[in-house]
């Protein structure tokens, strides 16, 4: 069960981004990876419906992303069933799930036991969803899921807010630029693992940190990566 007084940090801090400057695939990002870290988590990622598909904009840590990846490529798994159904979809034990053969194949390999799919509700419509994983099997307390959907809403509301007006077609195009931001981010890996000798993994974290310590935009870091020759 979680911690309820750093649920509420949390929620705290992570809704006084709303009143700065904000990219989108950031704030996903971090949803990501606060509530991975409130319910002691492996890891987590969000996926986004952009033209009719399932897209992973991103997977904090980076190990994980082969399953948000093969979600993308495969249109099959539990955020991908939370996505097209708006419930939450919730796995013990992968071992134990009959469901997804494909994806339990790649959760084996990575060392991952249990998933959760908490959607991303826009009115009556479903605009993605929160991927949680856990390394180990995990009862999916009902308070847990709860804390995951708060969070989720929140992050729903980064969406809304991006725009100047709150309309399904401009949520679209928040969403497109996330998975816009989130390919030069993969190229910005792929570039300064090479340049620095490093697991593409390791690579995203020097990159983050440079980010973090500079207060600057991870999507325009990587653009210097890419564009302008930047090696942090």
């Known amino acids: 069960m979680y911690d309820h007084a750093e649920f509420v940090r949390t929620t705290s801090e992570f809704a006084q981004k709303l009143i700065e ?33 399932v897209r992973a904009i991103t997977t904090i840590p980076e190990w994980l992303a082969d399953l948000g990846r ?13 996505s097209a159904t708006g419930a939450v979809v919730a796995v013990a034990d992968l071992r134990a799930d009959t469901r997804w053969p494909d994806y339990r194949a790649v959760a084996a390999r990575i060392g991952v036991r249990a998933a959760a799919g908490i959607p991303m509700h ?9 991927n949680l994983y856990g390394a180990a099997p995990r ?36 969403l497109q630029h996330a998975l816009d931001s989130r390919i030069v981010i993969e190229q910005a890996k792929g570039i300064l693992a090479e340049a620095r000798g490093l697991e ?5 974290e020097v990159m983050r940190k440079y980010t973090r310590d500079r207060n600057l935009r ?15």
């Open 139 to 174: 009862i999916w307390d009902s308070e847990d899921l709860a804390a995951a959907r708060v969070l989720t809403d929140l992050a729903t509301g980064f969406l809304i807010n991006a725009s100047s007006y709150a309309k399904q077609a401009l949520v679209t195009e928040q």
């Open 122 to 130: 826009l009115g009556a419509h479903t605009v993605g969803a929160l």
């Open 70 to 82: 093969h979600q993308e490529d495969t249109q099959k798994g539990p955020c991908i069933d939370a």
């Open 21 to 53: 400057p904000y990219e989108v695939h950031e704030v996903l990002g971090d949803l990501a990876e606060r509530t991975s870290q409130l319910l002691a988590l492996a890891g987590g990622g969000v996926t986004v419906e952009v033209d009719g598909r």
């Open 218 to 232: 991870l999507v325009e870091v990587a653009r210097a990566v890419v564009h302008m020759g930047l090696r942090p």
């Open 200 to 204: 593409v993994a390791r690579a995203f």
